[in-house]
């Protein structure tokens, strides 16, 4: 069956520095990967997507990448702040959307 | 303002009672779905539909009913028969399309007692 895996651990970053978030796929070729950013007792908010076809994809100080052939994405954060500290998703879709269990991103000051 | 609304944000019932949790979106999004989130499990979905009158279930359906009557809501049902009810429930819409993003409700959180 088809299988996306995160980090399970907390990623820890020092402000100012870029965190790397990184998401595996295995058993499906995705056509897109979509990565989501949800704080804690709220909803999962929509960040960016790429498509298969796409080596790169940035958003103000966020990048994504897709890498087919290792089957995996990462997610940039660049001149992290405290303020990007959350949980990040990756999710892609098959018949219906699979999402990864997420990553903790803490960014200390 | 368009988006989409959970209600209540916290609801708390008794062990052998049904609770129906609200999901209502403005959006015009043809496909809704329903999420569980426990900590360390990520999102598990319990049921979509995809059009009015018509639903799916997803990878943890039992235990749980939907219906979808109207357009703009998708209430789920979590009955007695759910073995481990307590826990953060997620609506969520989408338009029409395969790469469209997801868009979130704020969340019920369920405890069960």
């Known amino acids: 069956s088809q299988k996306i895996e995160q980090n399970s651990e907390a990623l820890n970053i020092q402000e100012g520095k870029t965190a790397t978030l990184t998401c595996n796929y295995t058993?499906?070729?995705?056509?897109?990967l979509q990565w989501y950013r949800q704080d804690p007792g709220r909803g999962p908010v929509f960040l960016l997507l790429i498509r298969e076809n796409e080596k790169e994809k940035r958003k103000e100080r966020l990048k994504v990448t897709f890498d087919t052939t290792l089957k995996q994405s990462l997610f940039h954060i660049t001149a992290s702040q405290p303020a990007d500290s959350a949980t990040y998703l990756c999710?892609?879709?098959?018949?219906?959307?699979?999402f990864g269990k997420g990553t903790r991103l803490h960014i200390l000051p | 303002d368009g988006g989409i609304t959970q209600s209540p944000k916290y609801l708390f019932r008794k062990e052998g009672q049904n609770v129906t949790l609200s999901c209502e979106q403005n959006?015009?999004?043809?496909?809704m779905y329903w999420y569980r989130q426990d900590p360390g499990q990520g999102l598990r979905l319990i049921y979509y539909?995809?059009?009015?009158?018509?639903?799916q279930k997803g990878d943890i359906a039992e235990g749980y009913s939907v219906s979808r009557e109207k357009k703009e809501s998708f209430p789920l049902t979590v009955t007695s028969a759910q073995k481990n009810p307590t826990a953060f429930y997620l609506c969520?819409?989408?338009?029409?399309?395969?790469?469209?993003?997801?868009?979130f409700g704020p969340g019920t959180r369920l405890t069960v007692t």
């Open positions: 539909s995809q059009i009015v009158n018509d639903f």
């Open positions: 959006l015009n999004h043809d496909a």
């Open positions: 058993n499906y070729s995705p056509a897109y």
């Open positions: 969520a819409s989408k338009p029409t399309g395969s790469s469209y993003e997801q868009y």
């Open positions: 999710a892609f879709r098959d018949d219906k959307i699979i």
